[in-house]
T-cell receptor, first 114, second 108 residues
Framework: NAGVTQTPKFQVLKTGQSMTLQCAQD?????MSWYRQDPGMGLRLIHYSVGAGITDQGEVPNGYNVSRSTTEDFPLRLLSAAPSQTSVYFC?????????????FGPGTRLTVT | AQRVTQPEKLLSVFKGAPVELKCNYSYSGSPELFWYVQHSRQRLQLLLRHISRESIKGFTADLNKGETSFHLKKPFAQEEDSAMYYC??????????FGKGTLLTVNP
């Protein structure tokens, strides 16, 4: 199993551009989530999904959209990039729709917005 | 609201010394607590969770509900323990809340 994969690894955007960060898992996990990691701020939850067709907002959802059309994929869309969205983005999944279970993280996408 | 506090941003110890990374939480329900570790430029991985009460790589953590703490301890630190450590709290609403992390450096 590849586990949780994320593409791209690195991305540079100009302010106002849009893009989609891809996340996929091959473990048939129901629960998937997106975090951003910023120095001194830890990881903050952006959006999460408890199953295909179901998504909800986390702590810092503004400026981001998600959808979950399949169990395997959970893309994160930046609608109009801003310098404040410069961060490292991690996708995670777990086997059950609850935080009691181990979260498996992807390798991260390092995004710079100029 | 659920909150996790890791009071130390940085912690530096010598190899062979004991280490304790502090974690305090705020949550009105029954908490589920975890420690995650992230080595340099690698993905986060679960280190341990309070419900399993296990020791992983010599690390232990005990949930103290009276003090609302879940401190991570290791009696003899190794250089390979150098990493960022995150305490995390799982609540009833599918949201996992992370602390801001503690960067542990173990010096030779």
């Amino acid at each position: 199993n590849a586990g949780v994969t994320q593409t791209p690894k690195f991305q540079v955007l100009k302010t106002g551009q849009s893009m989609t960060l891809q996340c996929a898992q091959d473990m048939n996990h129901e629960y998937m989530s997106w975090y951003r990691q910023d120095p001194g701020m830890g990881l903050r939850l952006i959006h999460y999904s408890v199953g295909a067709g179901i998504t909800d907002q986390g702590e810092v959802p503004n400026g981001y959209n998600v959808s979950r059309s399949t169990t395997e994929d959970f893309p994160l869309r930046l609608l109009s990039a801003a310098p404040s969205q410069t961060s490292v983005y991690f996708c995670a999944s777990s086997s059950q729709a609850g935080v009691s279970y181990e979260q498996y993280f992807g390798p991260g996408t390092r995004l710079t917005v100029t | 609201a659920q909150r996790v506090t890791q009071p130390e941003k940085l912690l530096s110890v010598f190899k062979g010394a004991p280490v304790e990374l502090k974690c305090n939480y705020s949550y009105s329900g029954s908490p589920e607590l975890f420690w995650y570790v992230q080595h340099s430029r690698q993905r986060l991985q679960l280190l341990l969770r309070h419900i399993s009460r296990e020791s992983i790589k010599g690390f232990t953590a005990d949930l103290n509900k009276g003090e609302t703490s879940f401190h991570l301890k290791k009696p003899f630190a190794q250089e390979e323990d150098s990493a960022m450590y995150y305490c995390a709290l799982g609540g009833s609403n599918y949201k996992l809340t992370f602390g801001k992390g503690t960067l542990l450096t173990v010096n030779p």
